[in-house]
């Protein structure tokens, strides 16, 4: 069964440093997501894409954060200057259309400012 | 803001019992909505998804219902078995691209 796939699957970066977290959704799904989840709390959602471009963000998505798809595969979430607080887990996720279809999740990239 | 709980925060079953998991949520307004499961330290995998004009679906030992006026949904899972243990997530779509998730329900089977 196809998969949504992560990596790196952990990240350890220090405090100001950029960080670059990699995705390749399923190959025929068009929307693409990222959520994370902060040890011990609830999953939440950052931004979704969808015809390279930002659908929805949420406001955790600041200026800090971006997203990209630089080729056909790939989907990345960039932090530009890490903050302890951006310790997470963060996952990626892709889906066929924007509703009716289920949502797809990647096993995840633990990232640690330390 | 849609608000989504999950009651009960843990549960403990001996192998072979049928249980209900159960998700509420404030806003009746929803799109869809989508059980997972998430094993320690692994991403979610998708078990159910039910749109808002359904009722409930059904994956093998999985059943999931909705009742949207109410703010409900329940996860029944018949025979319970070990490999079942894990978390499960309640996630609710309203008409935006995002999904609100539930805290979960971390389920024990015992053998």
């Known amino acids: 069964e196809p998969e949504v796939t992560q990596t790196p699957s952990h990240q350890v970066t220090q405090m100001g440093q950029e960080v670059i977290l990699r995705c390749v959704p399923i190959s025929n799904h068009l929307y693409f997501y990222w959520y994370r989840q902060i040890l011990g709390q609830k999953v939440e959602f950052l931004v979704s894409?969808?015809?390279?471009?930002?659908?929805?963000k949420s406001e955790i998505f600041d200026d800090q954060f971006s997203v990209e798809r630089p080729d056909g595969s790939n989907f990345t979430l960039k932090i530009r200057s890490t903050k302890l607080e951006d310790s997470a887990m963060y996952f990626c996720a892709s889906s066929e259309d924007r509703g009716r279809s289920p949502l797809h999740f990647g096993n995840g990239t633990r990232l640690t400012v330390t | 803001k849609q608000e989504v709980t999950q009651i009960p925060a843990a549960l403990s079953v001996p192998e072979g019992e049928n249980l209900v998991l159960n998700c509420s949520f404030t806003?009746?307004?929803?799109?869809?909505l989508q059980w997972f499961r998430q094993d320690p330290g692994k991403g979610l995998t998708s078990l159910l998804l039910?749109?808002?004009?359904?009722r409930e679906q059904t994956s093998g030992r999985l059943n999931a219902s909705l009742d949207k006026s109410s703010g409900r949904s329940t996860l029944y899972i018949a025979a319970s078995q070990p490999g079942d243990s894990a978390t499960y997530l309640c996630a609710v779509r309203r008409t935006g691209n995002q999904f609100y998730f539930g805290t979960g329900t971390s389920l024990t089977v015992i053998p």
């Open positions: 806003d009746s307004a929803i799109y869809n």
């Open positions: 894409f969808y015809n390279n471009e930002i659908s929805e």
């Open positions: 039910i749109q808002s004009s359904q």
